[in-house]
């Protein structure tokens, strides 16, 4: 990583995850026009949940992230992502630990339209 | 990768690389909403352009990608993204084969407003 601009600056994954000790909350790293990246670490279960407005992309870092639908499941490791279509109910799952991006519209929440203990504060930047 | 869903279908990008042999024109392999996910295979120089509608994330797979601005420059590897604003002018380089995400709203041109021999098809699928 190297910049000598400053019309914008080169972001690290691994960087912006060693700020990050605590699970589930996405951290905001970047915007494109009105979409978000957020970067998160989680291990365990999540809870079901769907995304009435908007389609939700995931790309792997680390680990092996399994999401459950109603109707089955994905697991995907490092250099793999999916795109869950808006109003599809998933449930994220990491047997052990994983890092991930999270791609999406500024405003989404974790829990979508759930609600509930899990949800975590929004748009909090790393 | 794993899937027992007919819900969405896992994506791996060396998997999708693998398919792509000419560099430069992308090809999309997920949408989010209105937006796409290109691979793009490069090498060499590109064209100075830049896109008045929208800003555009690369983020790095494979080698070193540089993109030059009028004021200097950014370096990315693996692991690293960055986000060009729109209507900034920029040039994408890579001195040795660079394997790369694309993320912009469906109908961005690679050449942006530029046109011109370098203008690969748009919304070619792999």
């Not at 995850?17 to 957020?38: C, G, M, T």
């Not at 991006?101 to 899990?118: H, S």
Request: net charge negative; with cysteine; glycine share 10%.
């Amino acid at each position: 990583m190297d910049a000598t601009t400053k019309t914008c600056t080169p972001i690290n994954f691994a960087e912006k995850l060693s700020l990050i000790a605590e699970h589930w909350p996405p951290r905001v790293i970047a915007e494109l026009n009105d979409y978000q990246f957020k970067i998160v670490r989680i291990e365990g279960d999540f809870i079901w949940h769907d995304h009435k407005e908007t389609d939700e992309a995931f790309i792997v870092l680390e680990g092996t992230l399994r999401i459950d639908f109603r109707d089955g499941f994905v697991a995907l490791g490092p250099g793999e992502m999916v795109v869950v279509p808006k109003g599809v109910e998933h449930k994220p799952f990491a047997a052990g630990e994983v890092t991930m991006l999270l791609i999406e519209p500024r405003g989404t929440l974790n829990t979508g339209d759930e609600g509930g203990g899990r949800t975590a504060q929004n748009d909090r930047w790393i």
